[in-house]
């Protein structure tokens, strides 16, 4: 089994649809982080949170919640998806220690119509 | 915030060395990844550098001058599956990483 697993893999919803995207990790790790890529911009960060009861906005947060349900269970809603929100989605998961070495799901590709 | 800049795309031939560079500009600087993504997958750890110098890791290498904002990752004997994206990353002292836009690397034969 993966150690970063994210479900759905592929998703194509409508304009003003609610969406769950879910992430799970096996590596007991604290932090988790939710990212977007979209070509030509790279890695961007949605939220993170570095315990069960820490919840971070990154860089490009509006349009998006979180919630972090367990130390191995960090999930993103899009309350109502809108089409420049097609995107892929990567989760990850960072030790405590300084270098901080992000592990990757194998990503959620949301299309948004 | 950082600003973190990296070529677009880079092309060479199956055996040859690659240099990508890396620029960044950030407040309280706490280290510098490269990651490799390959098309569709997900990003994964190629080097960590927080002190000035070389870090040599088999055929790749990362180099990094903190007063001059300034890293490189070296790819030598450059093989097919060395086509990908490399990204480069830094992060503060808020242990959030940030990530430039990558560089997509074509290894021809």
């Known amino acids: 089994d993966a150690d970063v697993t994210q479900t759905p893999r592929n998703r194509i919803t409508k304009t003003g649809k609610r969406i769950m995207l879910e992430c799970s990790q096996t590596?007991?790790?604290?932090?988790m982080y939710w990212y977007r890529q979209d070509p030509g911009l790279g890695l961007r960060l949605i939220y993170y949170?570095?315990?069960?009861?820490?919840?971070n906005k990154g860089e490009i947060s509006d349009g998006y919640s979180v919630s972090r349900q367990a130390q191995a269970k960090f999930s993103l809603s899009l309350e109502s998806a809108i089409p420049n929100q097609t995107a892929l989605y990567f989760c990850?998961?960072?030790?405590?220690?300084?270098?901080?070495?992000?592990?990757f799901g194998a990503g959620s590709r949301l299309t948004v119509l | 915030g950082q600003n973190i800049d990296q070529p677009t795309e880079m092309t060479a031939t199956e055996g040859a060395i690659v240099q990508i560079n890396c620029t960044y500009q950030?407040?309280?600087?706490?280290?510098l990844f490269w990651y490799q993504q390959h098309a569709g997958e997900a990003p994964t750890f190629l080097s960590y550098?927080?002190?000035?110098g070389l870090e040599e890791k088999g055929r790749f290498s990362s180099f990094l001058s903190r007063s001059k904002g300034y890293s490189y990752l070296l790819l030598k004997e450059l093989q097919m599956k060395d086509s990908a994206s490399y990204l480069c990353a830094v992060t503060s002292n808020d242990y959030k990483l940030s990530f430039g836009a990558g560089t997509t690397v074509t290894v021809r034969a």
């Open positions: 950030t407040s309280g600087f706490n280290g």
């Open positions: 949170s570095f315990d069960v009861k820490d919840i």
């Open positions: 590596k007991g790790h604290d932090r």
């Open positions: 550098n927080v002190l000035d």
């Open positions: 990850a998961t960072s030790g405590d220690s300084g270098a901080n070495v992000l592990t």
